[in-house]
């Protein structure tokens, strides 16, 4: 394609970003927002930092960029840049949470699979450290109740299944 | 495990050590109070700029920075990509908000990958269900049935082998709402019955969920849901076409579109129970009946606002009807009976209850004999003009008839029940009069040639006026008799019961006399004598009079005697004593409740009988101590002791 349009997108923390046309509407808001002609300037993120925003883009890059490459990049290799692309952030929970956010308020449905799936997949690999927090913060008298709800169900299908 | 602790790099996480080992370690969430310490040393790695506040409270940025502060719509995402049933149920119990979320998750839009999970190694004593056939079932009354209890059910039974039958008893304090059954809704596809009773805050909004999440729904029973409408009845009917079995009671939200649309899409529906609710008139049942009246087997209509021609068209319509149930429908006249047993469309009709119904003349219940050619049981209950006259009719037309229990019809009297029992044929084998008070005076000079021979089982409850002459007069009749029941008639006497008792040829089974006070220990031993060989059940609840000398007559001959019931009697230790020392009887159930002379002393006597007994009611025994029934209870642990 011939040279596409340069988009500002501003972050919350004033920082400016210039990206491609194509890039910046992998995400649906944004390319809602260029489409009501709201983008003269800067496309204002209030909802987004920079640190978060630089992410996303380099995100949406590479995902623009294994689309129309002439050699198609492999499906697997998307796939494993994406896992390492999500993996940095494992270790740092609040970034991946920002990124889901993110990935939320911009419409970008595939970032949004990749890191829903990977909070899923911790959840049930037990990486999930928040998983005593919440377990102390939130367990109070009502939950106590709560808890022997779910518990029911659970005894119930050990005695089912476990003799 | 380890894992957890050492996410942020650093060992050095939590004083308290791991909280728990796995999550399905159960038991330790309850063990985990607020006196649990956690420890949240600072983050190593800074933070460049931070979208939230660094507050003095640690705690509570911590909190931020953690999975709670995501959005409801987040999380959604998070949860319906979970893998498993056991990773949901274990997010379901972490809070409220987080079952609730879980629990609005639909089946389809669960998008784990299943493939993944039948290679993950299913964990030691765990089956994996694959299909949910939906057989489990649930129950939730009174305080219990709330939404959060639905939504947990939902999760819980969702990959276990799933919901199929769920039954909520609500009361006035209930807190099920739409909510509630929303979450069901969603997570349980394979429900099959479904019955809510008393739920005043369960309206439109939920049941139409649950019609479009539960196409499997088969048994739909709701009592007294006042914000229920027609709108639902319509949902099911379009989206459940299993559907087989309906009951709607006091509902007052159902009218007629509902059943009209029922009628329309459920061709499978095999009964329908409706009662009390005013909005429902012959268009909603004519649309019923006449559309799917096909395949419906059981008809029950109880105080509705129909009339004759609803009435009609299912006597034209509902030809596969085998039981059929007309209860306090107080505009249906003589007419409508007349014109549905003329249909000729009740061939299969082989019960039928007709009760306070103004139409159940003599008129109208002779066409019914006559259109109802393999009716075999037949309930008449309130009935004011069903006439003597009538009764004979009635039994003439309705020649298949086995079964027929009157109940408050005070125009018959003896004369129409002698003219019963002479003209029915062989077929009548049961006759109940219960409450009837028309029996007065007869003359029983009339020459009775004939006899009943098919007459099995006799019952008359509660009828004044039935004095020891009709029951001479009727064993005479009837010398095949087995069941005999005289309840609460304090007209019968020693003598009439005796001469009655001879004229059994056949050997009584059965005998009931409750509350018939003027009967002594002398009929009682004439019976055992006469009916040793036959005799399994004698009840002689409330006869005051019958002592120890009529127990010593059972013990002595009774062979095959296994209910005996001797509530109230004047029986004492010695007759208990008696029982006991019976070679021959093997009783199951015994009642001595209310016998204020037996006491402890009877206790050998009770633990002898007790060896074959498997019931034993001891209550009001005012002379028996709870000791003794501690010992009782003990010794005879196959006995169900009621005391």
Redesign the interface.
């Known amino acids: 394609m011939a040279s596409s349009r340069k988009i500002t997108l501003r972050s919350s923390d004033g920082e400016s970003f210039e990206v491609e046309e194509a890039v910046a509407v992998e995400s649906q808001t944004i390319k809602h927002m260029i489409e009501d002609d709201c983008a003269d300037n800067a496309i204002p993120l209030p909802n987004v930092t920079s640190k978060i925003l630089a992410k996303v883009i380099e995100y949406c890059k590479k995902h623009v960029d294994a689309s129309k490459a002439e050699d198609r990049v492999n499906d697997e290799d998307l796939k494993a840049w994406d896992a390492a692309f999500i993996k940095v952030d494992q270790v740092d929970q609040a970034t991946l949470f920002d990124l889901i956010l993110a990935a939320n308020y911009l419409n970008i449905k595939s970032l949004l699979d990749l890191t829903c799936q990977t909070v899923a997949d911790m959840i049930k690999g037990n990486l999930f450290p928040v998983r005593n927090e919440w377990l102390n913060f939130t367990f109070s008298i009502a939950n106590r109740e709560l808890v022997l709800v779910c518990l029911t169900e659970w005894v119930a299908h050990r005695r089912l299944f476990c003799s | ?1 380890s ?3 050492c ?3 650093g060992d050095d ?2 004083s308290g050590g791991s ?1 728990y080992p ?2 399905k370690e ?1 038991s330790l ?2 063990s ?1 109070g ?1 006196h ?1 310490d ?1 420890y ?1 040393p600072p983050r190593k ?1 800074s ?5 939230f506040v660094f507050s003095e409270d640690l ?1 509570e940025q ?2 931020q ?7 409801d ?2 999380l959604f ?3 319906r ?4 049933g056991q ?1 949901r ?8 908000r987080w ?1 609730m979320l879980l629990s609005n998750i639909c089946p389809n839009e669960l998008s ?1 990958d299943k493939s993944q999970n039948n290679l993950a190694p299913t964990n030691v ?3 994996v269900i694959s299909e949910d056939d939906g057989f ?1 079932s649930r129950s939730l009354e009174g305080k219990k049935a709330t939404d ?2 639905l939504a ?2 939902a ?3 969702a990959d ?2 799933g919901l199929g039958k769920l039954s909520i008893r609500g009361s006035k304090l209930s807190r099920v709402t739409n909510l509630g059954l929303g979450a069901i809704a969603h997570g349980c596809p394979s429900l099959r019955s479904l019955s809510l009773w008393h739920l005043p805050f369960v309206g439109d909004e939920g049941l139409l969920e649950v019609a479009n999440g539960c196409h499997q729904l088969e048994k739909l029973d709701l009592c007294q849901c006042p914000k229920i409408t027609d709108k639902f009845l319509v949902a099911v009917a379009k989206n459940c076409p299993n559907l087989i079995d309906i009951s709607i009671e006091s509902c007052s939200g159902i009218g007629n579109e509902g059943l009209v649309a029922l009628g329309q899409f459920c061709q499978n529906l095999k009964s329908i129970s409706i009662k009390n609710c005013p909005s429902v008139g012959d268009q909603g049942i004519v649309g019923l009946i006449s559309r799917a009246g096909g395949a419906l087997t059981k008809v029950k209509l109880q105080a509705l606002n129909v009339t004759d021609v609803s009435i009609a068209v299912i006597g034209h319509y509902a030809a596969a009807v085998t039981d059929l149930s007309l209860t306090s429908l107080h505009n249906v006249t003589e007419r409508g009976f007349w014109v549905m047993g003329n249909g000729h469309g009740l061939q299969r009709l082989r019960s039928l209850i007709v009760a306070a119904c103004r139409g159940a003349t003599d008129l109208g219940l002779e066409s019914l004999g006559k259109g109802c050619p393999n009716l075999k049981q037949l309930y008449i209950s309130s009935s004011a003009f069903l006439s003597d006259g009538g009764l004979v009719s009635l039994i003439k037309s309705a020649r298949s008839l086995e079964s027929l229990q009157l109940e408050e019809c005070h125009r018959i009297t003896l004369s129409g029940l002698f003219g019963l029992v002479i003209d029915c044929g062989d077929k009548l084998k049961s006759l109940a009069l219960t409450n009837c008070w028309g029996f007065k005076e007869f003359d029983f000079s009339a020459p009775q040639l004939s006899s009943c021979k098919s007459l099995h089982s006799l019952s008359v409850r509660n009828c004044p006026g039935f004095v020891d002459a009709c029951l001479v007069a009727l064993g005479k009749i009837c010398p095949h008799l087995q069941q005999v029941e005289l309840s609460g008639l304090a007209g019968i006497t020693d003598d009439g019961l005796l001469q009655l008792l001879e004229c059994c040829e056949a050997g009584l089974v059965k005998v009931n006399l409750s509350g018939c006070i003027n009967l002594t220990d002398q009929v009682v031993s004439a019976m055992a004598k006469l009916h040793s060989r036959t005799l399994e059940a004698l009840i002689l609840d409330g006869c005051t009079k019958i002592g120890d000398l009529g127990l010593l007559a059972i013990a002595e001959n009774c062979q095959l005697l296994s209910d005996l019931d001797v509530s109230k009697c004047a029986i004492s230790d010695s007759g208990l004593t008696a029982l006991a020392s019976s070679s021959q009887l093997n009783l199951q159930v015994l009642s001595v409740s209310g016998c204020s002379l037996v006491s402890d002393n009877c206790l050998p006597a009770l633990k002898k009988v007790g060896h074959t007994l498997l019931g034993l009611n001891l209550q009001h025994c005012t002379a028996i101590s709870s000791r003794s029934v501690d010992l009782l209870l003990e010794e005879l642990w196959r006995c169900d002791i009621l005391a």
Not at chain 2, 65 to 71: S, V
Not at chain 2, 81 to 84: E, M, Q
Not at chain 2, 89 to 96: E, G, I, R
């Open positions: 495990m894992k957890v602790l996410f942020a790099g996480f939590y909280i796995s999550p159960a969430f309850l985990l607020n649990v956690v949240f790695r933070r460049i700029s931070a979208p705690f911590k909190r920075d953690t999975i709670e502060a995501l959005p719509e987040c995402e998070i949860f990509r979970l893998p498993g990773e149920s274990a997010c379901a119990c972490v809070s409220k079952l784990c004593g765990e089956e489990l959060i209890r947990a059910i999760v819980g039974t276990r082998g």
